[in-house]
């Protein structure tokens, strides 16, 4: 009956997953490989039938071959695909390839597609038996695996919650370890939230172990064990949380590798010979020597992996992180301190504080000096290295300082972190340890405490709280696309003799203050693509960039880099692109796992069907005005098609119309543009993009062309005049007047029409007003009906038509005040 509703489930999965998801790529399988070998990956998606190229974002893993196929693999059955929906590729995976997550896309010759993951394991690879079969289902029928191997699993939708069982041979006081990858695997497109567990059974039933979650690797857990006894084990991973999910793979590393849950010191400076204290998820500890790299990277390259620890002779899965700076450690001290008695540093800053917090409401107290006008970044690794501690850091003025400012730290928020994210919905276990900016208001001392925010303690609960000057930074990236999917347009995808247009939004590092002029600049663009970025300062939250590919530009795709240059000569601005992207999703956008990228994928394609051209306009916006422009479309070939047109950025204070549709056959629109009293004045650079309106899929951007217009410059100014509307009384079934004073604001270049905007019902403009230049009035005459509305009537507004360069011009003005009265006898 189990394997029946299972079978049901899986007849039912194609249509939730295409009807919703239809994606470049849906399914990566197998998506670990181990270091040294070559393996089979199948892809499953859309429109893959012209794919030509892997891109990867570190060495490591290269593709052979790309092949169509005609069946793949899906949740532990072979389905026959139709064209375009399945390919195979040939990863060859690097003896000494790096354990761990590798980034890659797909370029096809219409698109790139969306990022997905890969992984490389130190150890064999070994198949769960069929997943729908009651093979390993329980303990008397767990399946038997060699340790040191990755079993790669996966467990369909309940009822009821699926159980594997793997069982392994230990002698007595043998080293076992089981650590899941899961959470973390990624390529799960909103259908692949899982939260797994662990636990182990004896040969005599009893519970040797059990983790859900762990410090380390957040969501996925991880035991280590010596064997109470000889004979069979059996390792149990199933769902803790049973989410309304359909794609839960897995990998499960098994053997007798030793897990480091965490090390003290967490870092250290830059070509130091390291101590280290190891401590292991069995409870051991030991300690080993650790060279730190001569140089210090930027953000993540600032953090190494631990070295080889024990005697195990060979890398491990997920290995442990220290931080890499270019100033000394200072160690706690013996003995408890207080804020009076706080441990002197004795050094000048920047320094690392490094302790344990080892019993029950410890607080370690530290004391420096520091500068009014001095800028400094507080930066804690705890969490964020795998320390069980939750750090709270306070700041005071010691005694005789004359500070009245105080801090009191606990978490942090994404910019902290030198990433973008969601400061509510997207939660990480880094964003536990607080980054925050530390400004002296005095010359003098300081005591800086650090303790546990719920007030926890042990022999694990390390931090690493870093002090060292603050440098101004400026972070971009890519913002989603209103109703689409946030993991499919986030790459730039340029068709051969065409522009694209992307919206880059700007996040100013933590506490920076430079507000002079920045530009992006790209850096590793595919050979024929040029980029375009304005000027821009930091209180732009959003900009808009081009790209545009040469007619003659080869299909490829590359890694790009954002820098933000400041445009002062002397200033040493600081940043770099900042993408993240949800591994694992579920409904509302939550996330606590989340693939980041430094580089923005940039791929050249095919030749789009169709181009297009705006209008340069020919006179400027003026606040409370309309300004329409002239769109057209160029086809080719034989794409005779409807085109969807719409503006993805503006300047403040401007809005637009909705989306724009060329009907098939014509080539002309017009699109219109509107500025707010608001609008900033100043000249700006717009396009408008376009695809397809039919055959493809808006949420996710599958079957489309995406393309713009080369830029055109626009200037918003002020408007041409203002009109102050008296008010005016009428009685019902009579004439009236409404009279207003003209405030010229620039030269009329000819005569104006006026007529009135928002009048009440039964009230109608008896003609059009004209203004000549110079005028310093306007009268409208207006006729009430009879049956008109006894009352007082505001925010009636004048609209002003005024032809310059051949171009209309709409602008609104006023807010007048109208009573009508009851006709008099």
């Not at 700006?684 to 995406?706: Q, S």
Request: proline residues 7%.
């Amino acid at each position: 009956m189990r394997g029946f509703l299972l079978f049901c489930l899986v007849l039912q999965f194609p249509v939730w997953v295409t009807a919703n998801n239809e994606y470049t790529v849906l399914r990566v399988l197998p998506q670990i490989a181990q270091q040294g070998t070559e393996v089979e990956v199948s892809i499953n998606g859309h429109e893959l039938e012209t794919a030509s190229e892997v891109l990867f974002y570190r060495p490591g893993i290269s593709c052979l071959e790309i092949r169509n196929v005609s069946e793949y693999p899906k949740n532990g059955r072979m389905e026959k695909a139709e064209p375009g929906q399945a390919i195979a590729l040939r990863f060859r995976v690097a003896s000494d390839a790096a354990i761990g997550e590798y980034f890659f896309r797909i370029r096809t010759e219409k698109k790139l597609s969306e990022l997905l993951s890969f992984w490389v394991t130190p150890f064999p690879v070994v198949d769960e038996v069929d997943p729908f079969s009651p093979v390993n289902d329980t303990p008397e029928t767990a399946q038997p695996v060699p340790l040191n191997s990755t079993i790669v699993g996966y467990q369909p939708a309940g009822p009821p919650n699926d159980l594997d069982h793997y069982s392994v041979t230990l002698t007595k006081g043998q080293l076992c370890t089981a650590q899941i990858l899961s959470a973390r695997l990624g390529t799960h497109h909103y259908g692949g939230l899982t939260d797994m567990s662990i636990e182990v059974i004896s040969p005599s039933f009893k519970r040797v172990a059990r983790c859900d979650d762990s410090p380390l690797l957040s969501q996925d857990p991880v035991v280590s064990f010596r064997a109470p006894e000889t004979g069979d084990y059996v390792i149990r991973v199933g769902q803790q949380m049973d989410y309304e999910t359909l794609v839960r793979h897995y990998a499960l590393h098994l053997g007798e590798f030793p897990r480091p849950a965490v090390t003290y010191p967490l870092g250290g400076q830059a070509g130091e010979q390291l101590k280290l204290e190891v401590f292991y998820e069995d409870g051991t500890r030991e300690v080993i020597p650790a060279k730190l790299p001569e140089k210090v990277g930027d953000y993540e390259a600032a953090l190494v992996e631990l070295p080889t620890v024990s005697d195990f002779p060979g890398p491990l899965p997920a290995p442990n992180l220290l931080k890499v700076a270019d100033f000394p450690n200072v160690f706690e001290q013996d003995g408890p301190t207080t804020e009076e008695s706080a441990q002197i540093i004795g050094r000048e800053l920047p320094v690392a504080l490094n302790g344990i917090i080892k019993e029950e409401g410890e607080r370690d107290w530290f004391r420096f000096s520091a500068k009014k006008g001095e800028r400094y970044r507080i930066r804690a690794y705890s969490r964020t290295l795998g320390s069980k501690l939750d750090p709270f850091i306070w700041i005071r003025p010691a005694e005789g300082t004359e500070s009245k400012r105080t801090y009191e730290e606990d978490d942090s928020l994404w910019d902290g972190h030198d990433w973008e994210g969601h400061h509510y919905r997207h939660q990480v276990k880094d964003r536990l340890d607080p980054v925050f900016l530390f400004e002296p208001d005095a010359d003098g001392e300081y005591v800086l405490g650090v303790g546990d925010t719920r007030r926890e303690w042990g022999e694990d609960y390390i931090y690493r709280i870093e002090i060292q000057p603050h440098r101004d930074s400026i972070f971009s990236y890519f913002p989603d696309y209103p109703s689409q999917s946030d993991i499919t347009r986030d790459v730039v995808g340029i068709h051969r003799g065409s522009t694209l247009s992307r919206p880059v939004a700007i996040q100013n590092g933590l506490g920076s203050e430079y507000d002079g002029p920045v530009q992006l600049e790209a850096k590793g663009l595919p050979k024929g693509v040029t980029f375009h970025c304005p000027v821009f300062t930091r209180n732009d939250p959003v900009i808009l960039t081009t790209f545009t590919a040469r007619a003659d530009a080869g299909l490829s795709a590359s890694l790009v880099e954002l820098i933000p240059r400041a445009l002062e000569p002397g200033v040493d601005l600081g940043g770099a692109f900042a993408q993240t992207t949800g591994a694992t999703a579920r409904r509302g956008g939550y996330n606590m796992v989340f693939n980041k990228t430094r580089f923005a994928a940039v791929a050249v394609l095919e030749e789009a069907p169709f181009s297009l051209r705006l209008e340069q306009p020919k006179v400027a916006l003026a606040k409370n005005a309309e300004l329409e422009l002239e769109v057209s479309v160029q086809r080719r070939g034989d794409f005779k098609g409807a085109v969807y047109l719409e503006m993805e950025w503006l300047p403040p204070g401007v809005t637009k119309q909705p989306p724009l549709i060329i009907p098939g056959g014509e080539t002309l629109g017009r699109y219109k543009l509107s500025a707010t009293n608001q609008a900033r004045d100043g000249s700006y650079e717009l396009t408008i993009a376009g695809r397809e309106n039919e055959g493809g899929l808006p949420r996710t951007g599958v079957g489309f062309h995406y393309v713009a217009a080369p830029p055109v410059t626009i200037e918003v100014s002020d408007p041409y005049l203002t009109i102050e509307l008296e008010r005016s009384a009428a009685e019902q079934g009579k004439r009236g007047v409404l009279t207003g004073r003209i405030h010229h604001l620039r030269d009329l270049p000819g005569n104006a029409t006026a007529t009135l905007l928002r009048l009440p019902t039964g009230v109608t403009l008896v003609k059009e007003a004209i203004i000549k230049p110079g005028d310093e009035t306007v009268a409208f005459e207006i006729e009430i009906a009879g049956d008109a509305l006894v009352g007082q009537y505001k925010e009636i507004a004048c609209d002003i038509a005024i032809t310059d360069a051949g171009q209309k011009i709409h602008q609104q003005t006023g807010a007048g005040v109208l009573r009508i009265d009851e006709a008099r006898n």
